[in-house]
């Protein structure tokens, strides 16, 4: 018989835990240039409880033009080991891990280096304290967010994703955990990348994430209509048809792949050109631009980017996908950083099916995190039986429509 008194504190938190089938769930996230770490309680059936949560975001990596691999790499290494020391320093016995316990550490896709630093350290982990390991792919994660916040009853499957987010623009559609199919990507850069170069154009790139500055200030433009204190030449930089009216205080912005039948009926999108549209606009100013040109300038840009996003959503929804796939759809999710941007939202909810459900992870879930690689390692565990060993490497290029076959998990015993 158990003698409680006889039992530390650790060893009877940990007894109980096995007796009500509950394990912890620990989330590692470092594949770009968040360090991210998301420690969940969870009891299958009912949602994961948060424990602890840390995260250090470097945020100014595309300050210089795009992510500095040695700058994202010194960030991890600077604070990956620091932030778990804070995480399972705290002398809580709900923190510390055990032989039940299961760790998710993002694998891939992503910059090799950086994906090192996660996976080194969670096996290092997973060996003094004898956890599971699950590899989790990133991509993977960010489209199964938003079944974290109902314990994965919502969006049931087949659902449509678009990622829009500093390194990824696609259209996934995805029919279970493990199948997903690209419907549209992009042909050159990512939506943030294009927003935040063009924020940096406009002179309005801080220290931190441009994307949210250059929607405060396109949207100071509006503001500033609708007080009557910008009395507009041409208000609207589109005319009915979709075509760029340019107020001659602003720059000529034109939306990309929609002139000509070989450009109308490509599904894919393309940001490249948002950027030298500012640039060449600014410079045909000499730079010389007042504060209002600005704003009318960063509501023009900011439109034709939604504006070509929503489109090439459309024409996806309608001619890639299949009718039999399509009349099974019933959920669309957007997610990424760039999901958090309220015209983005406004633009894309405009052209989906009224009868379609339309998901919207917080914003603090949309970008880059320890919890969704934790919830999408809970769901590769608990539903698919998958576990990964000592042996996993990174796969910084891990295809999403061959995830499994990219892989080295198995199919593990018992839970
Ligand atoms: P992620 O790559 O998912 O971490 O997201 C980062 C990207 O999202 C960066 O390019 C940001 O500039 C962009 N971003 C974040 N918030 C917003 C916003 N409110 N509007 C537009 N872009 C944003
Ligand atoms: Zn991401």
């Not at 891990?97 to 982990?125: H, N, R, S, W, Y």
């Not at 990507?185 to 002179?203: E, F, M, P, S, W």
């Not at 900011?302 to 929804?317: D, G, N, P, W, Y």
């Amino acid at each position: 018989m158990l003698r409680p008194r006889l039992l530390s504190h650790q060893q009877s938190w940990n007894l109980q835990c096995l007796l009500r089938r509950t394990y912890k769930v620990l989330g590692i996230e470092t594949s770009c240039d968040d360090t991210s770490l998301a420690l969940y309680e969870r009891l299958p059936g009912r949602p994961p409880i948060l424990l602890d949560y840390r995260h250090a975001s470097l945020n100014n990596s595309s300050y210089g033009g795009g992510i500095v691999p040695n700058l994202a790499l010194r960030h991890h290494r600077l604070n990956l080991a620091t932030l778990a020391a804070q995480m399972f320093g705290t002398d809580q016995p709900t923190h510390t891990l055990g032989p039940q316990d299961l760790i998710c550490v993002t694998q891939g896709p992503g910059m090799p280096a950086c994906l090192t630093v996660g996976l080194e350290f969670a096996k290092g982990l997973a060996i003094g304290r004898g956890c599971r390991l699950i590899g989790v792919h990133h991509m993977l994660a960010h489209l199964l967010t938003p079944r974290l916040l109902t314990n994965g009853d919502a969006p049931e499957f087949p659902y449509l994703s678009l990622l829009v987010s500093g390194g990824h623009t696609m259209l996934v559609l995805s029919s279970s955990v493990l199948r997903h199919e690209i419907v549209s990507n992009t042909r050159d850069i990512a939506i943030g990348d294009a927003v935040d170069k063009c924020a940096r154009h406009l002179g309005i790139a801080e220290r931190h994430m441009n994307g949210p500055a250059l929607e405060q200030l396109a949207r100071s433009f509006d503001v500033a209509v609708q007080a009557g204190e910008w009395q507009p030449e041409k208000v609207n930089v589109f005319d009915h048809s979709g075509v760029p009216v340019p107020d001659p205080r602003g720059i000529t912005v034109t939306v990309p792949l929609r002139k000509g039948s070989d450009r109308t009926s490509v599904v894919d999108f393309s940001f490249a050109a948002f950027e030298s549209m500012v640039d060449r606009g600014l410079t045909k100013k000499k730079n010389n631009v007042s504060v209002e040109s600005r704003a009318l300038i960063a509501n023009q840009v900011q439109r034709a980017i939604f504006k070509h996003t929503a489109e090439k959503v459309s024409l996806a929804i309608n001619t890639a996908i299949p009718r039999s796939s399509r009349e099974r759809i019933s959920h669309f999710v957007m997610a990424g950083g760039v999901a958090s941007n309220l015209e983005l939202r406004k633009a894309i909810l405009a052209v989906l099916p009224k009868k379609w459900q339309f998901h919207c992870p917080p914003v603090e879930l949309c970008t880059d995190n320890g919890k969704m690689i934790a919830w999408a390692g809970i769901e590769l565990f608990e539903h698919e039986k998958l576990q990964s060993d000592l042996t996993m490497g990174p796969l910084p290029k891990w295809s999403l429509q061959s995830i499994s076959s990219g892989t080295d998990w198995h199919v593990r015993e018992s839970l």
